[in-house]
């Protein structure tokens, strides 16, 4: 399957500008959403067989199997159902925003074929908090999936750094309902600033509000506390990831997930002038040696889900040996078409059982 997509629609899509061909895969999995009995026979094509799932709990959650689609790919909730049914054990959906808006100028996606990879500047471009949670209020909620979904927040453009706070706090508060986990986006290189919520008492006060906001969920008849992670940057060194991680453990997050794009211009990129983050192949490994840290500094007790640079079955196990309990991928799914969470998924079972 993965080589008729290789050899016949890539080539395709690949005449496209990036963001184009994105769109049009988007908006066939937004058709497909819509046709609950064709996702029930994509499910069953490329779910695993009961017997050799390799389901995983993670978080207080279920998940059939340890491979999810990362954020950004369904900015707008709209594909995700049909998302799901292309065998991913979870699906994380935005980077939303409290405020609807429109990214930056189009060229903003660029693919490097020969390195496997892709830039992105798009800059959050999203319909906002309020419409994307009157979508999922149309669809099955939480304990009514058959996978996890995650909900990615992210800062409005407008809204300046020392406000920034209250800006996740209206996402969080539209949002939390419909999640059955959140994460906090701090690490996208598009967003002026964004990657400065990493930094010590930024961080605290973030933390510190949205973990509040989550405990009167806890205690308010008909919420209940959601599962709460933080997406970190590739771009920190080793001192910085460990000050992270402290105040983590401060405020109890229930996992972290490693890494977001990168701003690094490794190998060949190193000409290459398109401003933005960089995925796919070139960030596998800084994207392991980060999980790789994380798990021992944190005794492997810290839920991870990695992600960065999965192009193949041995990427994504690479992953889980170095310490993550899930995994996700984006860039992967251009280069290797629909049927790769499903041929992964499928090699990491069998990988268990031998
Ligand atoms: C076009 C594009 C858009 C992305 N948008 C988001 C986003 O909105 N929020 C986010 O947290 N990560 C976003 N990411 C980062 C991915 O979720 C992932 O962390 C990163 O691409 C590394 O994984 P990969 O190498 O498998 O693509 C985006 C990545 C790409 C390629």
Redesign the pocket.
Known sequence: MGLIYEKLVRRALFTLD??HA?ELGIDALTVLSALPPLCRLMERWNGLPAATARPVEAFGLKFPNAVGL????D?NATAWPAAAALGFGHV?I??VTALRQPGNDRPR?FRYPASE??I?R?G?N?HGAEAVARRLARRAGPGQRRIPLGI?L?KSKVAPLDQAVADYLVSFNLLAGHADYL?L?V??PNTPGLRQLQDGDRLRDLLGAVTAANRARATTPGQGRKPLLL?IAPDLNFRQIDAVLETIAEFGLDGI?A???TLARPGPFATVSEAG?L???P??QR?TEIISYISRATHGRLPIIG?????DAAGAGEKLDAGATLV???????YRGPFFAAEIAQALADRQRT
């Open positions: 990036a963001e994105h990362a954020a950004g790919f900015k994380e935005g980077t996606a990879a892709v992105n798009m959050f999203n990615n992210g994460v986006n690490s996208s997406k997930i890494t977001n794009t983050g995925s796919g192949a960030l596998r994207s992600v960065g640079g999965i192009m996700q991928l984006y860039t992967g799914l251009v």
